[in-house]
């Protein structure tokens, strides 16, 4: 079946740096989108990314789908400690309904 | 309300016991979802129902995992004869359209731990 990697599966950044994580799909997507789950919580939705190379950004966050469609980056700069949490990229796979698969996320904690 | 919510927030059961764990979605959302997540782990896809129709059902783990919605809003996922490998917490998630969804709304789960 479908496998969606997440790396890495851990992330300490300096508060002030910036850094990226991946997301790889095993099968060609319809889209992916990523959520953030801080400490305790649940997952709360960021973006949804449709389109074969398509880059959208949300202030400090940018986030890219690959020309194959079937990975996808977050990057974000000037790391700040409320970006701590774990995010997550889920993904649809083309032809597969509806059927919404989560990476094992990017936990990220941020060093004052 | 505004949101998923979700009920207990809490379970505690004995092995072997039966549990219901219920998901009130977003009024209007059609399509809703279940999921598990393990302690450190991605949620794990179980279920998916769109309306009352469950579509996909591919991610329950055995036959002691049921769940349905029967007039198309509220959910009930229940487990039977549970076991310790059945502790996590479940999340349910609904989203306003059908065949091909857009956000997820998430509740904040149901912690089942199993004794």
């Known amino acids: 079946g479908q496998q969606v990697m997440q790396i890495p599966q851990y992330q300490h950044v300096q508060e002030g740096e910036d850094f990226t994580t991946y997301c790889n799909s095993s099968?060609?997507?319809?889209?992916i989108q990523w959520y953030k789950q801080r400490p305790g919580g649940h997952p709360v939705f960021l973006i949804q990314?449709?389109?074969?190379?398509e880059v959208k950004k949300q202030k400090r966050l940018t986030f890219q789908f690959g020309e194959a469609k079937k990975n996808s980056s977050l990057h974000i700069t000037a790391t700040q400690t409320t970006d701590v949490g774990t995010y997550f990229c889920a993904a649809r796979p083309q032809a597969a309904g509806n059927k919404l698969t989560f990476g094992g996320g990017t936990r990220v904690l941020v060093k004052p | 309300g505004a949101g998923v919510s979700q009920s207990p927030r809490y379970k505690v059961a004995k092995r072997g016991q039966d549990v219901a764990l219920r998901c009130d979605p977003i009024?209007?959302?059609?399509?809703l979802f279940w999921y598990q997540q393990a302690l450190g782990q991605g949620p794990e896809f179980l279920t998916y129902?769109?309306?009352?129709?469950?579509?996909?059902k591919s991610g329950l783990p055995s036959d002691r995992f049921f769940a349905e919605r029967p007039e198309g809003s509220v959910s009930t996922l229940k487990i039977q004869r549970t076991q310790q490998e059945d502790s996590a917490v479940y999340l349910c998630a609904s989203s306003l359209q059908g065949v091909i969804t857009g956000e997820l709304f998430f509740g904040e789960g149901s912690r089942l731990t199993v004794l």
């Open positions: 990314l449709v389109k074969s190379g």
């Open positions: 099968t060609t997507l319809s889209n």
């Open positions: 129902f769109q309306n009352e129709a469950q579509l996909d």
């Open positions: 009024s209007g959302h059609v399509s």
